[in-house]
């Protein structure tokens, strides 16, 4: 993760804990970028902007990029962000570019959460076709085991 900050920012300094409880999160390294060569208050490292800003075409700070090696770079926000904000942010561009694996993208993603493939349903035993409880258990351990 790329940070891009000003020291005398405030809005740099409120986005600067939620990016690094994101890396955190993810196992990711943030790379602290100055724009004006001073670090935030309590930032121990960073490092001096030399022309990324501007061949990100950032126009604002506090500005958030996910770098994607080798030689990817996708600005994620420009202003302030919640973490919320930012992690979905995370979650769209890493699927995008396939980091993610695909039992991991379809916990994230809404549209395919709980759905289960026509053949699952299709192999139904018919017993339970009968029975509300016994259809819901099969689905339940079907889902389960799309999940798990």
Same mark, same amino acid.
């Given at each position: +993760?790329?940070?891009?900050?000003?020291?005398?920012?405030? $809005?740099?300094?409120?986005? =600067?804990? %939620?990016?690094?409880?994101?890396?955190?999160? =993810?196992g990711?390294? #943030? $790379?602290?970028? /100055?724009?004006?060569?001073?670090?935030?208050?309590?930032?121990?490292? $960073?490092?001096?902007?030399?022309g990324?800003?501007? *061949?990100?075409?950032?126009k604002? #700070?506090p *500005?958030?990029?996910?770098?994607?090696?080798?030689?990817?770079?996708?600005? +994620? /926000?420009?202003?302030? &962000?919640? !973490?919320?904000?930012?992690?979905?942010?995370?979650? &769209?561009? *890493?699927?995008?570019?396939? &980091?993610?694996? !695909?039992? $991991?993208?379809?916990?994230?993603?809404?549209?395919?959460?709980?759905?289960?493939?026509?053949?699952?349903l299709?192999?139904?035993? !018919? !017993?339970?076709?009968?029975? %509300?409880?016994?259809?819901?258990?099969?689905?339940?351990?079907?889902?389960?085991?799309?999940y798990?």
């Amino acid at each position: +993760i790329w940070f891009f900050f000003s020291s005398d920012c405030p $809005y740099c300094r409120m986005q =600067y804990d %939620p990016v690094k409880h994101l890396a955190e999160d =993810y196992g990711m390294i #943030v $790379y602290n970028v /100055s724009l004006d060569g001073k670090p935030l208050p309590g930032m121990e490292h $960073y490092v001096v902007d030399q022309g990324q800003s501007r *061949a990100l075409e950032l126009k604002v #700070v506090p *500005a958030v990029a996910l770098a994607i090696p080798p030689d990817t770079v996708v600005v +994620i /926000s420009q202003g302030l &962000l919640s !973490e919320s904000a930012m992690d979905n942010r995370i979650l &769209l561009v *890493a699927e995008q570019h396939n &980091l993610i694996s !695909e039992k $991991y993208r379809r916990l994230i993603n809404v549209n395919d959460r709980g759905v289960l493939p026509p053949d699952v349903l299709r192999n139904v035993p !018919e !017993e339970d076709m009968d029975d %509300p409880a016994r259809m819901v258990k099969y689905i339940r351990n079907e889902l389960i085991k799309q999940y798990w």
